[in-house]
């Protein structure tokens, strides 16, 4: 077993919604050789998709500092999301992705982000929002409270294609944690109907991972 393998189940293994999770993303960029990570955080998941060279740009220097100690990236930018282009000038990359960031933006600045987004990626651009508004507070001014909530029907007008991750709307509160007791069971339940149910039908699940083909 390669390290990159070990690492993916020793991280993965307690925790098989981020299982799934890393696994779709591996799949989407399997062929991209470039990554720009928008909003990339303290812990991206990306840090389990080796192989491209990771961009991160996040606007919380606290994060971004916690990003480099752990390596999460190759490369590192300390600006707002919403100036990535103009940080980053004329470069390009072959994926451009925002995981569980549009929605910290009001709806007007979401818009004007894949925008940019679309223009930043010469193959491909991910999007991961919860599914619909799911109310999220900030702590400690860390940028994470919800602005704006999101629609399957929103980004396939939009030309992306849209899948569901995280299992069932109903299973799952502020910060995607699980409602209910115990957590190891609803963790499996969650787990199962996303294999079997709403991966394939996105205005079920509590999060929506969408795709857009560009260039």
């Given at each position: 077993?390669?390290?990159?393998?070990?690492?993916?189940?020793?991280?993965?293994?307690?925790?098989?919604?981020?299982?799934?999770?890393?696994?779709?993303?591996?799949?989407?960029?399997?062929?991209?050789?470039?990554?720009?990570?928008?909003?990339?955080?303290?812990?991206s998941?990306?840090?389990?998709?080796?192989?491209?060279h990771?961009?991160?740009?996040?606007?919380?220097?606290?994060?971004?500092e916690?990003?480099?100690?752990?390596g999460?990236?190759?490369?590192?930018?300390?600006?707002?999301?919403?100036?990535?282009?103009?940080?980053?000038?004329?470069?390009?990359?072959?994926?451009?992705?925002?995981?569980?960031?549009?929605?910290?933006?009001?709806?007007?600045?979401?818009?004007?982000?894949?925008?940019?987004?679309?223009?930043?990626?010469?193959?491909?651009?991910?999007?991961?929002?919860?599914?619909?508004?799911?109310?999220q507070?900030?702590?400690?001014?860390?940028?994470?409270?919800?602005?704006?909530?999101?629609?399957?029907?929103?980004?396939?007008?939009?030309?992306?294609?849209?899948?569901?991750?995280?299992?069932?709307?109903?299973?799952?509160?502020?910060?995607?944690?699980?409602?209910?007791?115990?957590?190891?069971?609803?963790?499996?339940?969650?787990?199962?109907?996303?294999?079997?149910?709403?991966?394939?039908?996105?205005d079920?699940?509590?999060?929506?991972?969408?795709?857009?083909?560009?260039?």
């Open positions: 077993m390669s390290r990159n393998s070990f690492n993916l189940w020793r991280e993965t293994l307690p925790n098989a919604a981020l299982l799934a999770f890393v696994l779709e993303l591996r799949r989407q960029l399997r062929d991209c050789r470039t990554v720009l990570d928008l909003g990339c955080g303290n812990c998941p990306l840090r389990l998709v080796r192989g491209p990771l961009v991160g740009v996040d606007g919380y220097a606290p994060s971004l916690q990003a480099r100690a752990r999460t990236h190759d490369e590192y930018h300390l600006a707002d999301v919403r100036r990535a282009a103009e940080v980053l000038g004329d470069r390009r990359f072959e994926a451009c992705v925002a995981l569980d960031v549009i929605e910290h933006l009001p709806k007007v600045d979401g818009w004007r982000l894949l925008e940019a987004m679309e223009q930043l990626a010469t193959r491909r651009v991910i999007i991961v929002t919860p599914n619909g508004f799911v109310p507070r900030s702590r400690d001014g860390d940028l994470q409270e919800h602005l704006s909530g999101w629609l399957p029907a929103e980004f396939r007008a939009r030309g992306y294609h849209v899948l569901g991750m995280n299992g069932p709307k109903a299973l799952r509160g502020e910060y995607a944690a699980l409602r209910y007791q115990p957590k190891a069971f609803w963790g499996l339940v969650s787990f199962v109907a996303h294999c079997l149910y709403t991966r394939r039908h996105p079920q699940a509590f999060t929506l991972f969408c795709v857009k083909q560009v260039g």
